[in-house]
């Protein structure tokens, strides 16, 4: 086991200050049986190193963001030349126009768009906008979908019972809690059961239309498009959080994601759209976009508030354009899929062969991991899968420089710079692990 003191000693100086020690919950060890998180130093390509010099090959990405790999040049480079330039004017600039038009061609149903701080602003705007749009308050969410931590969306979040208008957190009105009702992905006729109870009072209905926040899992044939049929049935829009996934499988959206699993892009358009992560190439950014008409009504055309300080600023919008110019070019999307398929394919090679029962969702270069031996297709399926195990996998993978997100629920991220030889030392590292396991 490699050698992790400072990290340990800066754990507790960092909870003398930090709430937790950590600036976000996600990065506690909390779900993995607790314990000093690894504190990074430094980050390059596929690796970190971390502060006692111990070096890992990093799957987290940073829950989605880092998709080139850390400090890729191109993004770097643009990063500097915004600083240098100014980071903050509190106007408008003209790379604003460039960005917004790379995201439109990308994602033709978002006509127009507004670039915020974060995934959590975007979708919670998103909100705001629907409502405002159809004058009725509740929406519709699917249980395990994260989308961000605004009050609305956090009820059956990832955590919670998947009943309706129960929150995840405290500090949530009830009031609130209640305008959300919550049904099973994947599951047409309890969303057409909700709708049938409560359709004329629903704003929207929210869904991620590719989940990426318990394992990755697709949607099953029909469900996109009858979830867009049901919802607009009933007078209510549709909201895509493409946070996690905008980007990540193709160079566009879920909702533009070929590959034979949505013949009928136009049967699946959202009318609204909220993105983050890579978009911002490793910087703060949200963005959401949507129908012309929609979009109108909000400040200063319209009665929807939203505004933002921080929002579009010229770092952030430099670095997301160096991203995607980067993402754009022919075969990246193609070698990281190959790379993951690879990657999967290996690591259930050793599961079985070590009989340890895992069930592996993957999606272009994105892959889940569960520790059960049913299919996983909903949240349900995703809390029963064995937590104990994960958290065994997850150190012992991390003592052999194999960095995990610290939750059974998260995705494997592959980036552009990541290397057959990172890929062949990872098996090796899983092998070794299950064989522990056993
Ligand atoms: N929506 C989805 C689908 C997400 O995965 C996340 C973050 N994991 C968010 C929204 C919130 O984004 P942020 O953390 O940037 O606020």
Request: hydrophobic share 40%.
């Given at each position: 086991?490699?050698?992790?003191?400072?990290?340990?000693?800066?754990?507790?100086?960092?909870?003398?200050?930090?709430?937790?020690?950590?600036?976000?919950?996600?990065?506690?060890?909390?779900?993995?049986?607790?314990?000093?998180?690894?504190?990074?130093?430094?980050?390059?390509?596929?690796?970190?190193?971390?502060?006692?010099?111990?070096?890992y090959?990093?799957?987290?990405?940073?829950?989605?963001?880092?998709?080139?790999?850390?400090?890729?040049?191109?993004?770097?480079?643009?990063?500097?030349?915004?600083?240098?330039?100014?980071?903050?004017?509190?106007?408008?600039?003209?790379?604003e126009?460039?960005?917004?038009?790379?995201?439109?061609?990308?994602?033709?149903?978002?006509?127009?768009?507004?670039f915020?701080?974060?995934?959590?602003?975007?979708?919670?705007?998103?909100?705001?906008?629907a409502?405002?749009?159809?004058?009725?308050?509740?929406?519709?969410?699917?249980?395990?979908?994260y989308?961000g931590?605004?009050?609305?969306?956090?009820?059956?979040?990832?955590?919670?019972?998947?009943?309706?208008?129960?929150?995840?957190?405290?500090?949530?009105?009830?009031?609130i809690?209640?305008?959300?009702?919550?049904?099973?992905?994947?599951?047409?006729?309890?969303?057409?059961?909700?709708?049938?109870?409560?359709?004329?009072?629903?704003?929207?209905?929210m869904?991620?239309?590719?989940?990426?926040?318990?394992?990755?899992?697709?949607?099953?044939?029909?469900?996109?498009?009858?979830?867009?049929?049901?919802?607009?049935?009933?007078?209510?829009?549709?909201?895509?959080?493409?946070?996690i996934v905008?980007?990540?499988?193709?160079?566009?959206?879920?909702?533009?994601?070929?590959?034979?699993?949505?013949?009928?892009?136009?049967?699946?358009?959202?009318?609204l759209?909220?993105?983050?992560?890579?978009?911002?190439?490793?910087?703060?950014?949200?963005?959401?976009?949507?129908?012309?008409?929609?979009?109108?009504?909000?400040?200063?055309?319209?009665?929807?508030?939203?505004?933002?300080?921080?929002?579009?600023?010229?770092a952030?919008?430099?670095?997301?354009?160096?991203c995607?110019?980067?993402?754009?070019?022919?075969?990246?999307?193609?070698?990281?899929s190959?790379?993951?398929?690879?990657?999967?394919?290996?690591i259930?090679?050793?599961?079985?062969?070590?009989?340890?029962?895992?069930?592996?969702?993957?999606?272009?270069g994105a892959?889940?991991?569960?520790?059960?031996?049913?299919?996983?297709?909903?949240?349900?399926?995703?809390?029963?899968?064995?937590?104990?195990?994960?958290?065994?996998?997850?150190?012992?993978?991390?003592?052999?420089?194999?960095?995990?997100?610290?939750?059974?629920?998260?995705?494997?991220?592959?980036?552009?710079?990541?290397?057959?030889?990172?890929?062949?030392?990872?098996?090796?590292?899983?092998?070794?692990?299950?064989?522990?396991?056993?």
């Amino acid at each position: 086991q490699p050698d992790r003191k400072q990290s340990a000693q800066l754990y507790e100086e960092a909870q003398r200050h930090i709430v937790g020690g950590v600036n976000s919950p996600s990065r506690s060890f909390k779900a993995v049986g607790g314990g000093a998180p690894v504190f990074m130093q430094r980050a390059q390509g596929a690796y970190f190193w971390d502060v006692d010099g111990n070096r890992y090959i990093d799957y987290m990405a940073a829950y989605g963001p880092i998709i080139l790999g850390h400090a890729h040049p191109h993004v770097t480079e643009a990063i500097c030349t915004a600083a240098a330039n100014g980071t903050l004017y509190g106007t408008p600039t003209e790379l604003e126009i460039t960005f917004a038009r790379m995201l439109k061609e990308a994602v033709p149903s978002m006509d127009k768009v507004r670039f915020v701080n974060s995934g959590t602003e975007a979708v919670m705007t998103t909100i705001r906008v629907a409502r405002a749009y159809t004058g009725r308050d509740k929406i519709i969410k699917f249980a395990g979908c994260y989308h961000g931590h605004s009050d609305l969306v956090l009820v059956a979040a990832g955590s919670g019972p998947s009943t309706l208008g129960i929150p995840d957190s405290a500090g949530i009105p009830v009031s609130i809690a209640k305008e959300v009702i919550t049904v099973p992905y994947n599951d047409l006729p309890a969303l057409e059961a909700a709708l049938e109870r409560w359709g004329d009072e629903v704003a929207a209905v929210m869904v991620e239309p590719i989940v990426g926040n318990f394992g990755m899992v697709m949607p099953e044939s029909g469900f996109l498009e009858g979830l867009c049929r049901l919802t607009r049935a009933h007078g209510a829009l549709v909201i895509y959080d493409e946070v996690i996934v905008a980007f990540r499988l193709h160079y566009g959206a879920a909702q533009t994601y070929a590959g034979g699993h949505f013949p009928d892009h136009a049967a699946i358009e959202p009318d609204l759209t909220a993105m983050g992560k890579i978009i911002g190439g490793g910087l703060p950014i949200g963005a959401y976009g949507g129908r012309r008409d929609i979009m109108e009504r909000v400040a200063p055309l319209g009665p929807a508030y939203q505004a933002g300080t921080m929002a579009g600023n010229p770092a952030s919008i430099a670095a997301g354009i160096a991203c995607l110019e980067t993402l754009r070019q022919p075969g990246v999307y193609e070698r990281m899929s190959a790379l993951s398929e690879k990657l999967a394919a290996g690591i259930a090679d050793g599961a079985l062969r070590h009989g340890i029962p895992l069930t592996i969702n993957r999606i272009g270069g994105a892959f889940s991991t569960h520790f059960c031996d049913h299919p996983v297709r909903n949240y349900e399926d995703a809390q029963q899968t064995d937590g104990e195990q994960f958290a065994l996998f997850f150190r012992l993978m991390l003592n052999q420089g194999i960095c995990l997100a610290p939750s059974k629920y998260e995705a494997w991220f592959l980036t552009t710079a990541h290397t057959d030889a990172d890929i062949d030392a990872t098996i090796e590292a899983a092998d070794r692990a299950f064989s522990a396991m056993k």
